[in-house]
C-alpha cells in the first residue's frame, strides 16, 4: 500500500528511481529487473531474466523460441516444429507425404506410406493382402488362406487331411493325421 502511494504522490521520474532500490523483506537490496517475492524475503527475477551470481541477466531469446516457465536450464525452448540445435531453433525438415507430429518434436508419415531412413515410401500393398498401417516391417498382411513370399501373397495349398492353422497362414493335419513334409499321414 505505501509504494502505491509513494508512486502517486511522487513525480514519475523520482518514483522509477525509488523503484530500481528496492529491497527485500530482510533489508537486502533487490538487484535490477527483479521484484521483491510475496514472503518478502528475497526477490526473483522479472520475466525474461534469470538470475545468475545475485544478478538479473536478459535472457537471449533465439528466433522461433519462447519463454518457459522453468527457473532451470537456459529459459526458453524452441516452438512447436521446431529442434533446439545449440542456441538456435531450427525448423524440423518434414519430408514429402509426412506431417508434424503431435509433441511438434519430429514427424510421422501419411496413412498409406512408412518411414525408410529420413523419408516416406508409398506402402505398396499386393493382391489378397491388405493395409495394416504399422511403423515397422512391409505395412500389409496376407489375407487368410495366403502367405506372403517376398512381396506377393500366395495360395496356402491345402494337402489332403488338413486345415488352415489359427494364423490362417499355414496350415495343419486334422487329428490323428500327422505332418511329414507337405502331407498329413495317418498314425
Known amino acids: 500500500m505505501a509504494a502505491l502511494i509513494v508512486f ?21 537490496a533487490v538487484p535490477e529487473n527483479a ?20 544478478r538479473c541477466l536478459i535472457i537471449n531469446l533465439p528466433e522461433n523460441a519462447y519463454l518457459s516457465d522453468s527457473r532451470y536450464g537456459r529459459g526458453w525452448e524452441c516452438k512447436r516444429g521446431y529442434r533446439d540445435l545449440g542456441q538456435r531453433c531450427v525448423a524440423i525438415p518434414i519430408p514429402e507425404n ?20 529420413s523419408r516416406c515410401v508409398e506402402v505398396i500393398v499386393p493382391e489378397n493382402a491388405f493395409y495394416t498401417g504399422g511403423s515397422y516391417g512391409r505395412g500389409w498382411e ?22 488352415l492353422d489359427q494364423s490362417g497362414h499355414d496350415w495343419e493335419c486334422d487329428p490323428p493325421f500327422r505332418r511329414r513334409g507337405n502331407t498329413c499321414t495317418a498314425p
Open 98 to 117: 509426412a506431417y508434424l507430429n503431435a509433441f511438434g518434436d519430429g514427424w510421422n508419415c501419411l496413412r498409406g506410406y512408412r518411414e525408410d531412413k
Open 142 to 163: 496376407c489375407e487368410r488362406g495366403y502367405r506372403a513370399a517376398g512381396g506377393r501373397c500366395d495360395l496356402v495349398a491345402l494337402p489332403d487331411n488338413a486345415h
Open 8 to 28: 502517486a504522490l511522487f513525480p514519475a521520474g523520482i518514483a522509477a528511481a525509488w523503484a530500481d532500490n528496492l529491497m527485500d523483506g530482510n533489508g537486502a
Open 35 to 54: 521484484e521483491p517475492t510475496g514472503g518478502g524475503s528475497g526477490w526473483a527475477c522479472r520475466a525474461g531474466f534469470r538470475e545468475a551470481n545475485g
